[in-house]
């Protein structure tokens, strides 16, 4: 959009991209969150308002529109990408009357006169010459130095209309302040609970959060720094390799200096400024790190072009972080809730479900947020919900939570969930296993945990509660229906309730059977609950799995094996390839293990026909004909049959292998196999069976299946 955005802003078009800012893809593609994309258009003429959360997102679109109709000077209106575009927060709507108000008959009318028409004739976007280009390049000045003005005289009428004010630089903090944080986004609305809990200590620092970015306005952003500062950290959510500095950096360097010369007096001495990076790529920015920065400024010797939330241990640039360091928000404090849910099974959007009954229900404030692995259906999703009294701007995962709960049963062995719970908070696990038996079905890490923390453990079969209703794999309904019913955090029957009315407007397009199942799926659901009694000690022989095998290569045990158990962020800049360039062939090392059901092989009523393999989304169910020689040492219960064709199959041996581990359960084989069994019509000749008691053999015979020879 670029070459198009110089033209738009060339012909002074009322215009609003309202962008939800992202990465650039550089050494990789990221389809996660920062400011890179909007910053790379920082020249093109568009003025650059940016809002922190979701309720300024929803303010700012309306005083965005109603600037540009008024100044002509474009508008980009941007947020960070996912942590607030797919942030759920209640708000305070506008209603249209506020829109209407906020946007005069008059500007709208004469917008579209500027459109062209044959009916009024006019020549736009012409060629120019040497002699004339320069001038009329120079000819929109004016309307770049009222448009400052303009915004704020909107955000003005704004605030009239319905009470929440804003300034181009909004300033927080000790009003004598002496360290100061210049940034935007959704991390000053952490940086802001930073300050303000600091300052309420004594601490004398600050926050300017940047409202309208282009045009900059030096006068504005000045007299809204405190005349008492002598140190200010200029945070970018961007790189720009190359240059001195990151953009909002060169431009507060530019204003002070330019101050400076001007009214030596304004401040009591020349601030010092420094500028670092920080949540690159949707990289975490938490009260920690806000920390850090407030901290780095207070050095005799702060450090300049630094970085935030990694490791860089190659050049650096990285401030060491107190990881203690934690806000006390005392009787404000939000309870918080964490749930581990598989890709597709409806996990995320009953929790969207649940914020919104908490936050239409109870006085509450709400907030929800979801973590989503890049390969989506299938692969880990984790939703973090925040409710409370007080205004939540953490901006950021929850680190501690009071509700844990787990949705499927293999994660326990591969990801340390418990170390997010509270002491004395509820753990809540989607088990196969009943409460009387699934306490020496977990591994010992999990068992010392639950004790350590004197955690309440409940557990329900929703898997068999779906599987019996005919809802597969979406279980959601189910442990959401738990959720509210274990944490007591609105009365049972009015959130049961709640719940109903949900699935008949999320489902009643689907009809009326479909309805009915959900519902059915709430009552089972109170039924199966279940609380574990816990043992005083560890009697599990299970334990947790490493990410990837002993035998994988150093980089996968290095780089790859910490990014699948999700302990990426403690990567250090030296571990990862300069250039982005990352060997192949390593899906083989993760065993993601997330199939309630595999596909059994039935070699009686097999055709041969392969299609089951052809069909398989993740190549987990493989086929080889070979010689009867390789059966000689093959595991117990491995398969195989004579092999049919003829021609160069004659003599030879058939089998066709699921990989247990790698199976997602999704069931595709079955759909495409066409061989029947004669005996038992219902089924095939590759048929889905419970994974968890055929695990240990089917890896048996499928790690032997893979050292047959290829024909």
């Known amino acids: 959009m670029i070459p198009n955005m110089y033209k738009i802003a060339g012909e002074l078009t009322s215009t609003v991209f309202h962008v939800s800012a992202r990465s650039l893809a550089c050494q990789a593609l990221s389809i996660f969150g920062d400011h890179s994309d909007v910053m790379a258009t920082r020249q093109t003429g568009f003025g650059l308002l940016c809002s922190n959360s979701v309720q300024e997102a929803m303010d700012f679109a309306l005083i965005a529109q109603a600037a540009t109709l008024e100044s002509r000077v474009p508008f980009v209106h941007f947020f960070d990408g996912f942590r607030t575009s797919h942030e759920i927060q209640k708000i305070e709507v506008l209603s249209v009357e506020d829109m209407k108000a906020m946007l005069p008959d008059e500007l709208v009318f004469a917008h579209r006169r500027r459109g062209l028409t044959p009916d009024r004739p006019m020549l736009r976007g012409t060629a120019q010459n040497p ?6 390049r120079e000819t929109v000045n004016t309307f770049y130095l009222q448009t400052p003005g303009i915004v704020q005289k909107v955000m003005d009428k704004f605030a009239k209309l319905v009470g929440r004010t804003y300034k181009l630089f909004d300033y927080v903090g000790h009003p004598e302040a002496e360290r100061v944080v210049v940034m935007m986004g959704s991390g000053a609305e952490a940086m802001h609970e930073t300050v303000a809990y600091l300052a309420g200590k004594g601490e004398k620092v600050g926050l300017v959060k940047i409202r309208l970015y282009r045009p900059f306005s030096r006068e504005a952003f000045v007299a809204a720094l405190p005349r008492t500062v002598t140190s200010i950290a200029c945070l970018d959510r961007t790189k720009e390799p190359g240059a001195i500095g990151e953009p909002i950096y060169e431009d507060v360097r530019t204003a002070i200096g330019e101050t ?13 400024v420094i500028g670092g990076r920080y949540g690159l790529g949707s990289k975490e920015f938490d009260e920690q790190m806000c920390k850090a920065v407030l901290d780095n400024l207070a050095s005799a010797q702060p450090k300049n072009h630094f970085t935030v939330g990694i490791n860089d241990d190659v050049t650096a640039t990285s401030l060491t972080v107190d990881p203690s360091f934690r806000i006390d928000y005392g009787e404000a404090a939000a309870h918080c809730a964490m749930f581990y849910g598989l890709g597709s099974d409806g996990t995320v959007g009953a929790n969207k479900n649940s914020i919104k009954i908490i936050g239409d229900l109870t006085d509450n404030y709400a907030q929800g947020y979801f973590v989503y692995d890049s390969k989506k259906a299938g692969s880990m999703t984790t939703s973090h919900l925040r409710f409370g009294p007080a205004l939540i701007r953490s ?80 279980i959601n309904t189910i442990m959401q229906t738990a959720f509210f019913k274990i944490s007591g955090v609105i009365d049972t029957a009015v959130a049961i309730d709640a719940i109903k009315q949900a699935i008949h407007k999320s489902y009643g397009s689907k009809g009326e059977k479909v309805v009915k199942m959900n519902i059915d799926a709430v009552e089972r659901a109170l039924e199966g609950i279940q609380e574990v009694s816990v043992p005083g000690r560890v009697t599990s022989t299970l334990h947790m799995q490493p990410p990837v095998p002993p035998h994988a290569p150093e980089f996968v045990q290095t780089v790859t094996g910490p990014m699948i158990a999700f302990k990426g962020d403690d990567l250090p800049v030296s571990a990862f390839p300069v250039d982005g360039t990352y060997p192949t062939a390593t899906t083989q090392y993760e065993k993601r293990n997330i199939a309630v059901k595999i596909p059994i092989w039935d070699p009686e009523a097999c055709i041969q026909c392969g299609m089951c393999s052809v069909y398989c989304p993740h190549a987990s169910i493989r086929i080889k004909a070979y010689p009867p020689s390789h059966l000689e040492n093959a595991p117990k219960g491995f398969k195989s049959t004579d092999a049919k064709g003829g021609g160069n199959l004659g003599g030879l041996k058939f089998t066709v292998q699921v990989a247990p581990e790698d199976c997602t359960g999704c069931g595709a084989c079955v759909e495409m196999c066409p061989g029947k069994n004669k005996q038992e019509p219902d089924r095939k000749a590759i048929n889905m069976e419970w994974q968890a008691p055929r695990r240990e053999e089917e890896v048996a015979h499928y790690n032997y299946f893979l050292s047959i020879p290829d024909p």
């Not at 002699?131 to 009329?136: E, H, K, L, M, S």
């Not at 400076?260 to 010092?272: A, G, I, N, V, Y």
């Not at 969930?417 to 004395?424: D, E, N, Q, S």
Request: proline share 3%; aromatic share 16%; hydrophobic share 45%.
């Open 260 to 272: 400076m010369e001007c009214d030596k007096t304004r401040f009591s001495r020349w601030p010092r």
């Open 395 to 474: 901006t950021y995962l929850i680190r501690t939570a009071d509700f844990v709960a787990c949705h499927n049963f293999s994660f326990l062995e591969k990801y340390d969930m418990l170390c997010h719970a509270k002491p004395g908070g509820v753990f809540l696990l989607n088990s196969l296993y009943d409460a009387f038996t699934v306490w020496d079905k977990i591994p010992a890490e999990v068992q010392q945990q639950i004790i350590a923390k004197k955690l309440k453990f409940y557990v329900i079969n929703a898997v068999n509660i779906a599987e019996e209703l005919g809802l597969g794999a979406r």
């Open 131 to 136: 002699d004339v280009y320069f001038q009329g």
